[in-house]
């Protein structure tokens, strides 16, 4: 078969996967290449996302009138899909040759390629229809603008309320002056678990009573020791896309159907909360208030957090400490190139990042390690993890080459995640897939890849909460969120 991208294979190969291509080493290639032909013209890429907001990422390509400029198509396509899930966006404009972009416009047409992306990213999250537009000159790719309510500030002071809404349950914790609110024995003043089930309710007013009680719950705990206590904010974070407070997908709220619905009800639901307590009120994606809650322990910044659970979440914080306002739905982000890699169902894209580093990536990586379970469904993931799991603590090798494999694709992947986000010192991981031994080998494979084969992020480091971070840090984190 004639080829125009060259993939390139690792030299640590994944053991049960050897057809793995690392995007890593064949983007580096190919720029390599390009610049090695004297036929190099820039190409510059701008997202532009909610309230003119605005990411930039500039490379270059071969001149279209190379012979290799066939290979342009597929790194381009790439690139746009990976930063798309990176910063979310509904405009894609780019400097370079037209024909680049008209591919672009025909992948991301109602009968591309990339179809589904458009949409979730276009209509359904940023209610605009996707646009890819051609920059004649430089001058016309917009400048990266962040605007300024990716701010954090931490040196708050008085009472304030943070919670996290997840699917089983909503954690609630309660901080003042910047802190966890602590008892004089140490522990917290409140930061509780509290059981829902909301995917399958169809009221939204069963939602709205359920966040709202645990808010009160917190305030009435801190009247308990201050009667005359005012709660000053309210910071939230929830699994989800979110703009601006709305709501645009969320699994918590997929019984509010149908989408005409959703937006009139399930969009606002945080605004009406807000406008119940009249205070501030901010509410972020998960994964950024868990690398939010990862530099607050860590007190140091450029933290990306990766959770590995029931899919990859991702989350990002500069060396500010500022949430940026990106989107980081790394689970849906390209980190194998090889053609022939698993489809994920949802996004109907190959090779991304919710098969490799989560219980669906443990699932299927079973029957290449020779494991059978009967006795478990095929989509029973998390019992099919704690199986693996059970078989790792025995000391099974097979199990352990399940971990190996991950942790092969971990150490290249996170030198891929470094090459589009620029400031990275700490890869904070967690989530379930990340527990016991087999957590310890992917990041000890990870570790020598990072060491051995790109030196120049041999200083990232891998943080992982302990317990306690883990049960208290998001919900308290999420506390600092509010800016007034």
Request: proline share 6%; with cysteine; net charge negative.
């Amino acid at each position: 078969m004639k080829t125009q991208f060259k993939l390139i294979t690792p030299k640590s190969i994944p053991v049960l996967d050897p057809d793995f291509k690392p995007p890593v080493l064949a983007n580096r290639a190919f720029i390599k290449e390009v610049q090695a032909s004297g036929a190099a013209i820039p190409l510059l890429i701008a997202v532009e996302r909610d309230q003119h907001r605005v990411s930039r990422f500039d490379t270059q390509v071969f001149d279209m009138n190379h012979p290799r400029a066939a290979a342009n198509f597929f790194y381009v396509e790439r690139v746009v899909k990976f930063l798309l899930w990176q910063f979310g966006g509904w405009k894609v404009t780019i400097h370079g040759p037209k024909e680049i972009v008209q591919y672009l416009q025909a992948c991301y047409s109602d009968t591309g390629i990339r179809s589904f992306d458009a949409e979730f990213w276009g209509d359904q999250t940023y209610e605009h229809e996707m646009e890819i537009v051609h920059a004649p000159t430089p001058a016309d790719v917009p400048a990266a603008y962040d605007g300024d309510s990716a701010a954090v500030k931490l040196d708050w002071t008085g009472w304030r309320i943070g919670f996290d809404l997840g699917a089983s349950d909503r954690k609630v914790a309660i901080a003042k002056d910047g802190k966890l609110a602590l008892k004089e024995n140490g522990e917290p003043l409140l930061s509780e678990e509290y059981v829902w089930d909301p995917k399958p309710q169809t009221d939204i007013k069963y939602h709205f009573d359920q966040i709202m009680w645990i808010l009160k719950e917190a305030e009435r705990v801190i009247k308990s020791v201050d009667p005359n206590a005012v709660v000053k904010g309210i910071g939230g974070s929830s699994a989800g896309v979110y703009v601006d407070g709305r709501v645009r997908v969320a699994s918590l709220f997929r019984g509010i159907t149908p989408r005409s619905r959703f937006d009139a009800e399930a969009a606002p639901i945080f605004k009406e909360i807000q406008k119940a307590w009249g205070i501030p009120l901010r509410l972020e994606n998960d994964g950024d208030v868990t690398a939010l809650a990862g530099a607050i322990s860590l007190n140091d910044g450029a933290v990306l957090g990766l959770a590995m659970g029931s899919s990859l979440a991702g989350g990002y914080v500069d060396e500010n400490k500022a949430i940026k306002g990106w989107m980081n739905e790394l689970a849906f982000a390209p980190v194998d190139y090889n053609p022939r890699a698993a489809v994920d169902e949802w996004s109907r894209d190959f090779g991304v990042g919710a098969n490799y580093f989560s219980q669906q990536a443990v699932a299927r990586l079973i029957p290449a390690a020779g494991i059978e379970m009967p006795d478990i469904a095929p989509d029973a993931f998390p019992l099919r993890l704690k199986r693996v799991q059970e078989l790792m603590a025995a000391g099974d090798e097979r199990a352990r080459k399940i971990y190996e494999t991950i942790g092969t694709y971990f150490g290249y992947s996170v030198a891929h995640y470094c090459d589009f986000y620029k400031n990275v010192r700490h890869i904070e991981v967690l989530g379930r897939v990340m527990t016991g031994e087999g957590g310890s080998i992917i990041l000890r494979n990870a570790r020598q890849i990072l060491d051995t084969e790109f030196p120049e992020y041999k200083d990232v480091k891998f943080f992982e909460p302990d317990e306690r971070e883990k049960r208290h840090g998001q919900a308290a984190a999420a506390a600092s969120l509010p800016l007034a």
